[in-house]
């Protein structure tokens, strides 16, 4: 009878000494590209022989993931290595930050997004993303809000649900499937002060209600690996951390996977001063549920003895090794080693056409339409003179963001804004182009050139924003206005009197006040990937109705920073901004975001009905249904995603003044209605009380359905017991 793959990795496990076993616990960065602070040690080959590494990170193509792979297949039990890669928002084909694709609020084609990546990384000999990141983030200092899906939990769990489908695909044992990893476990997104590495202090409560919620989506959609994360979460780090991963992700959870450090995180615990040395990061990191040990070389060099002097039960081992070559298997690297590294699959996959036409399309969606006074958006292609100012008009690896890579054809094939306008508008018509300026330069000798080039155009489309380096890890910023001297820049543009319209391409919420109170039209479009200009083209010129919702809020400084649509009411809430004395507010600035969550125009116009509910009480068990008529009041079709929140108005533990609990995009033709269902039941009522249990408890609730956070109709309903 065929052994299942448990009885496979048992009877493997069985001959394994017991350094073999803690081998296959162990992970090294590769001699190519580095991902953290680099570490050289010449014999990694050799370790590799005597089955001493499990996997390997930053190791890709079918010519390098081979020659690795057959040297495994030289140790004594023929293990094969695990090729995890960053493979983050795409590995060819570059798709928009993830940040950006959670603003297209668009699940399929975030989906799609992942399944190209990891079809793209698979060709190369890649087993294993450490993607999706699901850290919510409510802190745009924090350089890594560009690798998530912005600040809020429901919407993070649906993303981190669609990102883990598309790159398990089919499920493992197809070549194209790529194991998924949850990162960074947990709380990493709560760094005091948005300062990457930092510190996270946190009730249970608020973890189990807000930071946790993507991370069990991710489980509970099948992510094969967890990674842990840097930070100490209330004075334990997260990688000795038993409470998140024994008691909750493996025990509550009831996860099958295995968990990796994250890179040195094992050896950081003596920085943290957790432990004494290397000898106690281990015993700490395995005891607490950390299988493989990214970098640290704790492992490979304590774990033996720890086993020896009874410190480390070699049951923590065994069960680290089993979850380890489960995955193994299941990738059928145990049938065939080289089933990933395929030179004509490479080949192939290399510049696949289907997958920058996806790329287009998640990119157009990822856009965000901020402002558009007059119509001024979308321009005509006949326009006679288009002059195309600031220092990403013409940029190319600027677009593709943090967590990417280059390749020698990139000036070829990434789009930028200049290719992407020319290729659409009338070839009898003229484009200018003036730099103006760098994106950190303090220089305003190209201000002459770029006034002169609007003073010449009948419109002027301006692009500024971060580079490339400027949000992604450690790269947390305290000063998140629009670097350098583009906003003045854009200041002396306008004052030409020229119709001007302003795209934002960054990684984070910028601060960009006078532009937001001043220029007629503003599009927010991160960075969007290889095809950037194709769709920002799309987008300008109105082959695409912008569609995209933020999916963090923005602040108008960062003195308003941590700042979020899902806050508590408090004792004394301000009821506006006049309402200051004695009030949970400012004496000096708003208590409102420039931009809140959810928010995102369209060239045309939605306009709402009254919500109708089908009754206004029900019990555990029962359902209620909302419905509202969206009807598109405007001059051109358009999709519109609408949101539903929900307020709990008493609780035990007091409840957010909105949450998020379902949304539906709907495509509209200029003049049609349609009417939108929501269907509400207890489920969508529970939260976590003080004693951490799920319920939901009887009373008061407020509805809202609107286009954002902050523009919503609303109603009221009962729980009844
Ligand atoms: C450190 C980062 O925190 C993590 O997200 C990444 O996967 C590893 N380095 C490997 O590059």
Redesign the pocket.
């Known amino acids: 009878m065929e052994k299942t793959i448990d009885q496979k990795v048992d009877s493997v496990l069985k001959l394994m000494t017991l350094d073999e076993k803690i081998g296959q616990m162990n992970q090294y960065n590769g001699d190519w590209a580095a991902?953290?602070p680099i570490t050289h040690d010449g014999d990694k080959q050799n370790q590799i022989k005597k089955g001493m590494v499990g996997s390997m990170?930053?190791v890709t193509g079918v010519e390098h993931t081979r020659t690795l792979q057959e040297i495994a297949m030289q140790s004594r039990l023929k293990i094969p290595l695990l090729f995890g890669q960053?493979v983050i928002h795409g590995y060819r084909t570059i798709f928009p930050v993830p940040l950006g694709e959670a603003a297209s609020w668009d699940m399929d084609a975030i989906q799609r997004a992942a399944r190209i990546a990891a079809t793209e990384a698979a060709a190369v000999g890649v087993h294993w993303t450490?993607a999706p990141?699901v850290d919510i983030a409510r802190d745009p200092r924090w350089g890594r809000v560009m690798e998530g899906a912005g600040e809020d939990p429901y919407l993070g769990s649906l993303i981190a649900t669609a990102r883990v489908k598309g790159f398990q695909g089919k499920g493992f044992g197809n070549t194209d499937a790529v194991m998924a990893c949850a990162?960074?476990f947990a709380a990493y997104g709560a760094a005091i002060g948005g300062r990457d590495y930092n510190s996270v202090d946190m009730s249970l409560r608020q973890l189990y209600e807000t930071y946790l919620p993507p991370f069990k989506a991710a489980a509970d959609a099948g992510a094969a690996t967890f990674?842990n994360s840097?930070n100490d979460l209330n004075g334990i780090p997260a990688t000795g951390n038993k409470l998140l991963q024994r008691d909750i992700l493996k025990g509550q959870w009831k996860f099958k996977g295995f968990v990796v450090s994250?890179?040195g995180s094992v050896g950081e615990m003596i920085n943290h001063g957790f432990v004494k040395d290397n000898y106690e990061a281990a015993m700490a990191a395995a005891n607490a549920g950390s299988d493989m040990d990214?970098e640290s070389r704790s492992y490979i060099q304590n774990l033996a003895r720890l086993v020896k002097e009874g410190k480390v039960k070699i049951a923590v081992v065994d069960d680290a090794v089993r979850r380890i070559l489960k995955k193994k298997f299941e990738m059928g690297l145990f049938d065939d080693p080289y089933r990933f590294s395929d030179a004509a699959r490479e080949k192939q996959q290399w510049d696949n056409k289907d997958h920058l036409q996806e790329a287009r399309n998640i990119a157009k969606k990822s856009i965000v339409l901020l402002k558009n006074e007059k119509d001024l958006l979308p321009i005509s292609k006949q326009t006679k003179t288009i002059a195309l100012i600031g220092p990403f008009a013409k940029a190319k690896s600027d677009n593709l963001g943090f967590w990417s890579y280059d390749w020698p054809d990139d000036s070829v094939r990434i789009v930028s804004l200049w290719d992407g306008v020319k290729k659409k508008l009338d070839p009898a018509s003229t484009m200018l182009y003036a730099k103006g300026c760098e994106i950190t330069d303090t220089s305003r000798a190209g201000f002459a050139a770029a006034i002169a080039a609007a003073n010449a155009a009948d419109i002027v489309i301006m692009s500024v924003g971060e580079a490339r380096d400027m949000s992604g890890?450690a790269k947390s910023r305290s000063n998140i206005h629009l670097p350098g001297v583009q906003e003045e820049l854009i200041q002396a543009v306008y004052a030409t009197g020229k119709p001007t319209i302003v795209m934002f391409s960054a990684g984070r919420p910028l601060i960009f006040n006078w532009t937001a109170d001043h220029v007629p039209a503003i599009l927010y479009t991160w960075w969007l990937g290889t095809t950037a200009g194709d769709a920002m083209a799309d987008v300008l010129f109105g082959d695409y109705n912008p569609s995209g919702k933020l999916p963090m809020s923005f602040p108008i400084t960062e003195g308003q920073i941590p700042i979020y649509y899902n806050h508590y009411n408090t004792g004394r809430p301000a009821s506006g901004d006049s309402d200051r004395n004695y009030r949970s507010s400012y004496t000096d600035l708003s208590i409102y975001p420039k931009y809140p969550f959810g928010y995102g125009l369209s060239y045309t116009a939605f306009t709402y009905s009254d919500i109708k509910l089908s009754a206004n009480t029900f019990k555990a068990g029962q359902k209620i249904t909302a419905t509202i008529t969206v009807t598109n009041t405007g001059k051109y079709d358009g999709t519109e995603t609408v949101q539903l929140y929900i307020r709990d108005m008493v609780g035990s533990v007091v409840r957010p003044v909105k949450e998020l609990k379902g949304f539906q995009q709907v495509f509209l033709k200029k003049g049609e209605s349609k009417t939108i269902s929501f269907s509400i039941s207890e489920a969508d009522l529970k939260f976590y009380n003080n004693e951490l249990k799920y319920m939901a408890e009887p009373g008061d609730f407020k509805l809202f359905i609107g286009t954002s956070s902050a523009n919503t109709k609303e109603t009221d309903f009962k729980l009844i017991q």
């Open positions: 991902t953290g990170l930053n960053d450490f990141m990162k960074h990674m840097f994250d890179w990214m890890e």
